[in-house]
């Protein structure tokens, strides 16, 4: 709110100071139109328009320098624009960025989530197999008992039958190995005693094969054990193998549900960033905004003082061809103050001419003469051929004319005094009178001998200078005429 009221009252500065400078310039133009009524001109008039034209350019200037500060204002305003632009368009990168983002952070949200079903399916496979393991683990456990227990029922039979074993030895040698040959004796026949020693021998093998099978079984059921034993072993350490597998996987659940959480805050932060970023770029589009409308406002003023500078400058240019207007007629009007009606001829006693007005050859090459060439002596005097005003001089001796200045007459008459030695003795502006002397005879420029090339122009253009001397006689190539009455035959 401030800043539009300190910028109304700024712009209205401007308006203000344009006004007074526009002020002074309007009156002193209904002046300067009022002041044109007569025909003549006045030197005062024309130091009143010089002074009118000082005045018209100090304005100009010094509007073109408000414009100048004004544009130096509307190129700051538009860099301000153009920065405030350039950092929407950077903002709204990073915005499409994070946004991205965020898409990807999704997919690697859902991608994780997926990896932790997977897990979750592994730890329940691992589990199954554990199980498993468990049972086979009960299974062997339950036979290894099995086998223990068969294995001490041997041990105690063996245990028995070697008792009994014993006692049957025993009993032989307390009844003493009389006794048993008493048994042997007490024989009936041989053959008795035969079947009494087979039964005994019997008794002894039959006990002795027992102990043997026993021995047999009890052999078996210990490699029987030490094979489950080793079962036993084996799955323990599938066991082992498979909890600590399981646990590897619930660290990797753990992992992934960890990693899930560092997404979701990843996801949480670059959201809370576009939301930042969103906010921003609202400022900056502000800001842009702002930063146009100001610019528009200079834009305006700058208009509004570019039309003035324009204005004044084309005042100026009015005042100034006023000036050159008055000038010329000024100029004019002296020329023909001086102007005593008949004509002198610039080189007295020189009427011998070397070529004439219009077409001739020169060099092999045909040219449209644009003067009369009369022959004399180096340092010869030239005379003015009537009074007036010097409206050039050369400033050098460069161009195809050397050495040359020219002298306004007044009611379109201008005459011209070329190729001359050195620089004419007169100057610009200066009021010469019919026969002064204006130079010297020379040679200077496009020139083929020492002449002066005098030439007329009538109303700027190119005329015949000798239909002025309609009374004075020339010669050329043996003929004589007077003025341009030239006779015929006579070639250029
Ligand atoms: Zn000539």
Not at 30 to 51: F, H, K, P, R, W
Not at 190 to 214: C, H, P
Not at 313 to 321: T, Y
Request: hydrophobic content about 35%.
């Amino acid at each position: 709110m401030k800043k539009n009221v300190r910028r109304l009252i700024v712009i209205l500065l401007a308006l203000a100071m344009l006004f007074s400078i526009l002020l002074p310039a309007l009156s002193i133009l209904a002046s300067a139109s009022s002041s044109s009524g007569s025909d003549e001109v006045t030197e005062e008039e024309i130091d009143a328009l010089e002074s009118e034209l000082a005045e018209a350019q100090r304005r100009r200037i010094a509007a073109q320098q408000e414009l100048n500060a004004i544009r130096g204002d509307l190129s700051r305003a538009q860099q301000a624009v153009d920065l405030a632009q350039q950092q929407l368009l950077l903002t709204e990168q990073s915005i499409d960025t994070t946004k991205h983002l965020i898409q990807s952070l999704g997919i690697q949200i859902q991608q994780t989530k997926a990896d932790i079903v997977a897990k979750e399916g592994e730890i329940a496979q691992t589990q199954e197999d554990l199980k498993q393991t468990q049972n086979r683990l009960d299974n062997i456990t339950l036979r290894i008992d099995t086998a223990q227990r068969r294995l001490a029922e041997l041990v105690q039979q063996e245990k028995d039958q070697t008792q009994a074993y014993y006692d049957h030895v025993r009993w032989l040698e307390e009844t003493g190995p009389m006794t048993y040959i008493a048994i042997l004796l007490q024989s009936g026949s041989f053959s008795e005693l035969l079947d009494q020693t087979m039964v005994i021998g019997n008794a002894m093998n039959y006990t002795n094969d027992i102990l043997d099978r026993l021995e047999d079984t009890q052999m078996e059921m210990s490699i029987t054990e030490a094979n489950l034993e080793e079962d036993k072993e084996e799955q323990v350490e599938v066991q082992a193998q498979q909890e600590e597998q399981l646990a590897t996987e619930q660290q990797q659940k753990q992992d992934l549900e960890a990693q899930q959480k560092q997404l979701e805050t990843d996801t949480a932060n670059q959201q809370q960033y576009q939301k930042d970023l969103e906010a921003q770029r609202l400022q900056y589009i502000a800001d842009r905004d702002e930063a146009q409308k100001l610019l528009e406002e200079i834009a305006a003023t700058e208009s509004a003082y570019a039309q003035e500078a324009a204005a004044l400058a084309a005042e100026e240019a009015n005042i100034q061809q006023a000036l050159t207007t008055a000038e010329q007629k000024y100029q004019e009007q002296l020329a023909m103050l001086q102007n005593t009606g008949d004509w002198y001829w610039p080189l007295p006693g020189k009427y011998s001419l070397s070529s004439l007005f219009g077409g001739r050859y020169l060099f092999g090459y045909w040219d449209s003469h644009t003067g009369t060439d009369i022959p004399a002596p180096a340092g010869t005097e030239i005379h003015a051929a009537q009074g007036g005003v010097v409206s050039y001089v050369s400033s050098n001796y460069y161009s195809s004319y050397g050495w040359y200045c020219m002298i306004s007459h007044g009611n379109g008459y201008v005459t011209l005094y070329a190729h001359q030695r050195v620089k004419p003795i007169v100057t610009e502006g200066q009021v010469v009178n019919k026969g002064d002397v204006i130079g010297y005879v020379g040679t200077t420029g496009n020139s083929t001998g020492n002449h002066l090339h005098f030439e007329l122009r009538l109303n700027g253009t190119r005329a015949d200078i000798l239909q002025l001397f309609p009374n004075t006689t020339f010669y050329m190539n043996g003929v004589s005429w007077k003025g341009n009455q030239y006779p015929a035959g006579l070639s250029n």
